[in-house]
């Protein structure tokens, strides 16, 4: 549906759950209180919300988390969710540490493409952002990916003095591998308030400067605000998605649900749309649905213009990226 201010909004992310199998320091660091299990939602709610979705005109769904593949019988999920007639296409971001052994599963499921994120090549220093030393698992999963049908996507986050050396090693993994290497400014909400990030301008001058060569790609490669470009010769694309410093709220098409049911409009603002106390209040089916596309409706209708990363006072969330979905 068409909100406010004129933007289409067609795309959901889901998230499925805030536990992870890691510990990134910006995102989860160790120590971070749970969700009690009873609050989150069932795969048959998620499903419920993704239909009143889809009668305001989602169409394109990323199942993330926490790690989305920690919870179990996620494969199933997206099964299901394939299934609900009007979608067209489910997506995953994952840190990759069981993507190897859950890909056949995914692929089977119908999954379209995945996002697999990654800072870093070097396995001491996988250790000291992520706190687990499962750098080799993830490699695993990206080489499974890459060596598969699906469309595949490294997302890469860079803290200043911690791995901004790796910019053009990290962009090498799309010379070496058929796969789009994307760098994602940090956004100040929750821990990566306290991290320092590195702009954009600063990823594409270095690379720029080490191959002149560097030219825009316009050719559309997803769902989100990306750009990218491209160096003759790769087998995949450079992406920059510059939350902080290149404002592309004009072009959001996107809303957030987080795991507890909680409808996000904007990643900067704490205002939620709280939609389980529709799903357990004993509606009949049809109530229900009528419910949920009202609340959903009014959400995706009054979505902020903008955010405000820029004036951090201005910034009312204060959920952790985990709980959220990034
Ligand atoms: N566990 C999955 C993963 O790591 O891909 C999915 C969830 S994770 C929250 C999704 C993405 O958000 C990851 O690529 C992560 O690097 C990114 N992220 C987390 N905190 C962030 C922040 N403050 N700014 C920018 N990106 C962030
Ligand atoms: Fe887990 Fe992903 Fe957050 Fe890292 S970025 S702690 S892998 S949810």
Redesign the pocket.
Known sequence: MIDQYGRNIDYMRISITDR?S???RY??PEGVELVPMKDILSYEEIAEIVSAGVKLGITKLKIT???PLVRRGCPDLIRSLKQIPGIEQVTMTT?GVLLEHYLPALLDAGLDAVNI?LDTLNRERFEQI?GRDLFVEVMQGIKAAADSSIRTKINTVLQKDINTDEILPLAGLAETYPLDVRFIEMMPIGFGAETEGVSNTEVFNTLKEHYPQLSDDSSVHGNGPAVYAHIPGWKGSIGFISAVHGKFCSSCNRIRLSAQGQIKPCLCYGDIADLRPVLRQGYNAEDKQEKLQEILYDAIFHKPQEHCFENFEKITEKNR??KIG?
Do not use: D, I, P, Y
């Open positions: 992870c890691l510990r990134c995102c989860m988390g926490g790690e840190n994120s992520t990226m985990v990034g």
